[in-house]
T-cell receptor, first 113, second 109 residues
Framework: NAGVTQTPKFQVLKTGQSMTLQCAQDMNHNSMYWYRQDPGMGLRLIYYSASEGTTDKGEVPNGYNVSRLNKREFSLRLESAAPSQTSVYFC????????????FGSGTRLTVV | RKEVEQDPGPFNVPEGATVAFNCTYSNSASQSFFWYRQDCRKEPKLLMSVYSSGNEDGRFTAQLNRASQYISLLIRDSKLSDSATYLCVVWDSGYALNFGKGTSLLVTP
């Protein structure tokens, strides 16, 4: 089915470990986004990529890095995981600009112990 | 960052009831408006866009009031399956959408 695919769906890390969250979309969308969602905080933008070859920081970029590997793929890396990064992570994509809204992936539930 | 404010609820309503949510936004230059639905432990999904003239999709009606800077969502004849969190979303020409924190709806038998 067309859409946004995130892997893994669940992950438990120990403090200090690193990992990469993968995201791929097959809708030929130009823009891609990484959000985290925490209880009471809503969705907060970590990083975004307006188009292939560009990435920019969102509201809460500290502790994360991203790579827009090609038009389809946008990965999020945690270099040294901290308990404060325990969250649900959503990748999203949109056509050029966000006028038409986003399509979200199904999310990654990350726990850092 | 521009704000999008919603009453978090929860709104508890019986099946068949009509329920309405409002959302206010702070940037008068906002250009696009949406309602997203998020089920428990799932991703947000687009419910409907909100147009200046208002729009309806089955039991759902969305309205935009630019003068007062609020958006509303009306759900008629509520179903158990309508239980979810409803996110108000606004685009103000920036690089990304602005999300409210959501309003929780629980429809009871």
């Amino acid at each position: 089915n067309a859409g946004v695919t995130q892997t893994p769906k669940f992950q438990v890390l120990k403090t200090g470990q690193s990992m990469t969250l993968q995201c791929a979309q097959d809708m030929n969308h130009n823009s891609m986004y990484w959000y985290r969602q925490d209880p009471g905080m809503g969705l907060r933008l970590i990083y975004y990529s307006a188009s292939e070859g560009t990435t920019d920081k969102g509201e809460v970029p500290n502790g994360y890095n991203v790579s827009r590997l090609n038009k389809r793929e946008f990965s999020l890396r945690l270099e040294s995981a901290a308990p404060s990064q325990t969250s649900v992570y959503f990748c999203a994509s949109s056509p050029q600009g966000v006028y038409y809204g986003y399509t979200f992936g199904s999310g990654t539930r990350l726990t850092v112990v | 960052r521009k704000e999008v404010e919603q009453d978090p609820g929860p709104f508890n309503v019986p099946e068949g009831a009509t329920v309405a949510f409002n959302c206010t936004y702070s940037n008068s230059a906002s250009q696009s408006f949406f309602w997203y639905r998020q089920d428990c432990r799932k991703e947000p999904k687009l419910l409907m866009s909100v147009y200046s003239s208002g729009n309806e999709d089955g039991r759902f009606t969305a309205q935009l009031n630019r003068a007062s800077q609020y958006i509303s969502l009306l759900i008629r004849d509520s179903k158990l399956s309508d239980s979810a969190t409803y996110l108000c979303v606004v685009w103000d020409s920036g690089y990304a959408l602005n999300f409210g924190k959501g309003t929780s709806l629980l429809v009871t038998p």
